[in-house]
């Protein structure tokens, strides 16, 4: 009996609970609506784009040589040292070489000695002319009188005038040929002159270009080899380094060595200066190496101020292709299976729909759009797992940030 009463008195306490806590449920209400996504879009819109490729190098000079000696001699005197900019020709130091001295002197009076035996052979042959000239017309005379009046001259009188004739003819073409070897000995002495006049001048070290001086290897009273001498390493002057224009050699990956020309443009920046230079492609290998796979390409950096400095690292970015005024679209936006694309839009009636899309050249974040999307439409950016076509979804238009291109 107790029991029974226990439980219809918990009974009433849960009636009476259930009465004061709840509300009345109309027939037909429902929950209120969920409200609708709020997702991110880009605006389609005209754009530049490039496709870019960025390569890192270190610059090198132009040309750089180590200034050797072509005769061997003492450094007399050296007028440059590292760091001093100097022209074309411009005297870099004078070798002191007295033998060389001695031989130009030879070589000189050997060559007026040549001059004296050539006018010496000129007049014997004006000699040997002159006495021909004389025995040649006796002759005719005597031969002339023995014709016209035979018998008037002895024949003995005819062949001694007819021998001199000869033989002053005959001294004629020896005084020819002497003159004529007398001759070829003065073109030789003029030759020695000039040979040891030249290696005489070899004693003045030029600069062949103009430049820097990068290093200096002698100090005055060295004794300097010939830079020919194949018998030893004969230890150079100095170092110069052409760097008003500077080389950059990039290793161009094999997949756009088709992609690179002569004169194509190049930014070249410096990371230690924070400034951008102008450079252009000015040679390329034409080879690809099978053991990097890329191909060297130098480019061209103007450097008239000296700003560069050769071993800079530089960062070039190699303009490839390049599209003005297309339109364009984060690359956030593209969904990609296999070879097709696909970006949803929003409608005006804010609701999604997924379009396939052709796609351009394709930049750091950017693409460009062939087909499939109009200037002034809205795509979605961003995380599209929870999105799908038809949904109805509040746009909030953002900007995407542009890479480098």
């Known amino acids: 009996m107790r029991t029974t009463c226990i439980c219809i008195f918990w ?8 009465s004061c806590g709840s509300k009345p449920v109309e027939g037909n209400s429902i929950a209120p609506a969920a409200e609708s996504p709020i997702v991110a879009v880009a ?55 007295p033998e060389m001295t001695d031989d130009v002197v030879h070589a000189a009076a050997a060559m007026r000695r040549s001059e004296a035996e050539v006018q ?12 021909h000239d004389a025995a040649h ?33 005959a001294a004629v073409s020896a005084a020819k040929a002497s003159l004529a070897a007398a001759q070829q000995a003065l073109d030789v002495s003029k030759s020695d002159v000039q040979r040891t006049n030249t290696m005489a ?37 100095v ?77 070039a970015l190699l303009t490839l292709d390049r599209r003005e005024n297309t339109l364009a679209i984060p690359l956030q936006a593209v969904s990609i299976q296999g070879d097709k694309a696909t970006v949803f839009v929003v409608n005006r009636e804010n609701k999604v729909e997924e379009r396939p899309v052709r796609l351009g050249i394709q930049t750091a974040n950017r693409a460009e759009v062939i087909a499939g999307l109009n200037d002034g439409d809205f795509v979605v950016v961003g995380n599209r797992s929870q999105i799908q076509a038809g949904l109805k979804v509040n746009p909030k238009q953002v900007e995407v940030a542009k890479a480098s291109e």
């Not at 009974?11 to 609970?17: A, C, D, E, M, S």
């Not at 784009?49 to 450094?75: C, D, N």
């Not at 080389?247 to 410096?270: C, D, F, K, S």
């Not at 080879?287 to 191909?295: F, L």
């Open 239 to 315: 170092r110069l380094s052409q760097i008003d224009l500077l080389r950059l050699i990039l290793p161009v990956p094999e997949q756009i060595v088709a992609r690179i020309h002569i004169g194509q443009p190049v930014e070249v920046r410096v990371p230690s200066l924070n400034r951008t230079f102008p450079g252009k492609v000015a040679r390329f290998s034409d080879t690809v190496s099978t053991a990097t796979r890329t191909m060297e390409t130098e480019v061209d950096v103007p450097n008239p101020n000296l700003q560069l400095v050769p071993g800079m690292y530089a960062e």
């Open 43 to 97: 605006r389609v819109a005209p754009a530049d784009l490039a496709k870019t490729e960025l390569l890192t190098a270190e610059f090198r000079p132009y040309q750089e040589i180590e200034v050797h000696a072509k005769v061997a001699g003492y450094l007399k005197q050296i007028f440059v040292d590292v760091g001093d900019r100097v022209k074309v020709g411009q005297t870099l130091a004078i070798l002191e070489v």
């Open 11 to 18: 009974g009433l306490i849960v009636v009476i609970g259930n």
């Open 201 to 237: 001048a070899y004693s003045k070290i030029t600069a062949p270009f103009t430049g820097v001086i990068s290093k200096r290897y002698a100090d005055t009273g060295a004794m300097i080899q010939a830079g020919t001498s194949s018998q030893s390493q004969a230890m150079p002057l």
């Open 120 to 131: 010496h052979a000129r007049e014997e042959m004006a000699h040997s002319e002159a006495v």
């Open 137 to 169: 017309l006796a002759y005719q005379r005597l031969a002339e009188v023995s014709k016209t009046r035979p018998n008037l001259v002895a024949q003995q009188e005819i062949d001694d005038a007819r021998a001199k004739d000869l033989a002053s003819e």
